[in-house]
């Protein structure tokens, strides 16, 4: 005859819940990568690139908009709040740059350290009547200059900026040998659409 043997094991138990993060944007900055996703950023030391590791978590619900330098790491929310943290994640400064319950945050870059923060002025669901870029104290948030227009993207060679712009749609080369205070030297129209600005070897790429 046959004899059938049944082995019955559990299953072990999941100690921990398993999650996945969605991360929509990343800012890097000198051994550094901060990982959005909808409600917190994640700072990762990427000083050993082959092997990075988590530092902190920093609260993010509001965040629309991220950007790092060498020396930690700038956000934007929709209220208009700009705010800095260090390389390990602890907030040092906060500004609103909001112009009214009407203002809208657009976006957040840097240049020279300086950190750029734009907004739409006076807007309501048909637009906006004006769009502002403050150029903002890295270390304070004091707002050192302002510029018209928001801005898209920007690209540093040396002592020069060159900055996609709208409304008008520019490009824009500034001189950053002051960075709380960039100085234009020439503007020229943009492409249409234009999304992103490099440069490499004394030629700028749109």
């Not at 988590?54 to 629309?64: F, L």
């Amino acid at each position: 005859g046959y004899t059938t043997l049944r082995v019955l094991a559990e299953l072990p138990e999941v100690s921990a819940p398993f999650t996945n993060r969605y991360y929509r944007q990343l800012a890097a900055g000198e051994g550094r990568a901060y990982l959005l996703d909808d409600d917190r950023i994640d700072v990762i030391s990427t000083a050993f690139p082959a092997a990075p590791r988590y530092v902190a978590t920093i609260p993010a619900a509001g965040t629309i908009d991220l950007i790092a330098n060498d020396g930690g790491l700038f956000t934007l929310s929709g209220n208009g709040t700009v705010t800095a943290y260090s390389r390990a994640g602890e907030s040092y400064a906060q500004k609103n740059v909001s112009e009214g319950f009407n203002s809208q945050a657009i976006a957040i870059r840097t240049a020279g350290n300086a950190v750029w923060a734009s907004i739409g002025v006076s807007c309501t669901i048909q637009g906006c009547v004006d769009w502002k870029t403050f150029v903002l104290d890295p270390n304070t948030l004091a707002v050192t200059a302002t510029m018209q227009g928001y801005v898209t993207d920007v690209a540093v060679s040396g002592s020069r900026a060159y900055a996609l712009f709208s409304f008008p749609e520019q490009i824009r080369v500034l001189n950053i040998a002051d960075p709380l205070h960039p100085a234009e030297l020439v503007t020229a129209p943009a492409p249409p659409l234009p999304s992103s600005i490099a440069v490499s070897s004394g030629k700028v790429f749109v």
